[in-house]
C-alpha cells in the first residue's frame, strides 16, 4: 500500500509505541511471575489468611495486565508490518478498552489510595503477627523489604523490645537506637503524600496507548482511502 507522509509517520511511531508497550507487558508478567513463584513471597499465596491482601490481588493484576498487552501488542505489530485492516482494527478495538480500563483503574487508585494504605497495613500486621509467632524465614525476608524500604521497625516504636528486631534496618542515629517509626505510621503517609508515584505509571501507560489508537486510526483511514482508489481504478479498466 502506498503511505503517504503522515501514514508513514503514523506507522512507525505506532511500532514504536508497541515495542515499548511490548517491554512493559513483558516487565510486568516477569515481576508478577516473580512474585508469585519466588521463594520468599510464594508462601504468601499459600496462607489462606492473605488470599484476598493487596499483594496478593496486585501480583495477579500484573500477570494478567502484562498477559493482555502482549496479546493487544501482537495484533498490532502483525497488522502494522501486514497491512491488513482486520488486524488493526482489532488492535483500535482492544488498545480502546485497555485504555479506558487504565483511566478507570488510575482513577480508583487515586482517589481511594487511603484505603490502598489500610489494606498494605493491614498485610504487614498480618506478616508481622505471623513471624512474631512463627518465625517464618520466607516471611522474615519480606519484612526486612518492607522496613529496609521504608526505613520502620514493626508496632513499637521502640527496636530493642521489638518481637521482629532482627528484620530492622540499621539505625541512623543515636536517636534511632531507642526509638524508630512505626510501620504502620509510615506505610499510611507513603500512599497518602506520594499520589503522583502512584498515578505516574497510569499516565505513562495512558499517552502511550492513545498514541497508538490515533495512529492506528489514520493508518485505517488510508489503507480503505487505497482500497477504494484501487477498486476504482480496476473498474475503470474492466
Known amino acids: 500500500m502506498a ?12 511500532r514504536l509505541v ?26 504468601i499465596f499459600a496462607l489462606n489468611a492473605l488470599n484476598s491482601s493487596t499483594f496478593v490481588i496486585g501480583v495477579t493484576v500484573l500477570i494478567v495486565l502484562g498477559t493482555l498487552m502482549l496479546i493487544v501488542v501482537t495484533f498490532g505489530l502483525y497488522g502494522e508490518c501486514s497491512e491488513k485492516k482486520c488486524a488493526l482494527q482489532v488492535f483500535s478495538v482492544l488498545v480502546f478498552i485497555l485504555a479506558l480500563a487504565d483511566v478507570a483503574v488510575g482513577g480508583v487508585a487515586y482517589t481511594r489510595r487511603d484505603q490502598a494504605g489500610a489494606r498494605v497495613e493491614e498485610l504487614y500486621n498480618t506478616l508481622y503477627t505471623l513471624f512474631a509467632s512463627q518465625g517464618d524465614l520466607d516471611i522474615g525476608v519480606m519484612l526486612t523489604f518492607i522496613h529496609e524500604l521504608l526505613h520502620c521497625c514493626g508496632v513499637t516504636r521502640a527496636p530493642v ?10 539505625p541512623r542515629s543515636a536517636l534511632e537506637e531507642m526509638s524508630m517509626p512505626r510501620c504502620s505510621k509510615v506505610i499510611t503517609e507513603f500512599f497518602n503524600s ?13 499517552l502511550l496507548l492513545i498514541t497508538a489508537l490515533v495512529c492506528t486510526i489514520i493508518l485505517l483511514k488510508q489503507i480503505k482511502k487505497d482500497q477504494k482508489s484501487y477498486s476504482a481504478r480496476y473498474s475503470a479498466v474492466y
Open 3 to 14: 503511505l503517504d507522509l503522515c501514514g508513514i509517520l503514523c506507522k512507525y511511531t505506532a
Open 161 to 170: 523490645v521489638e518481637l521482629v528486631r532482627g528484620t530492622c534496618p540499621e
Open 194 to 206: 506520594n499520589a503522583t508515584v502512584v498515578m505516574a505509571p497510569f499516565i505513562v501507560i495512558g
Open 18 to 43: 508497541n515495542m515499548i508497550v511490548a517491554v512493559l507487558g513483558f516487565a510486568f508478567l516477569g515481576l508478577g511471575l516473580w512474585l508469585r513463584f519466588s521463594n520468599s513471597t510464594r508462601v
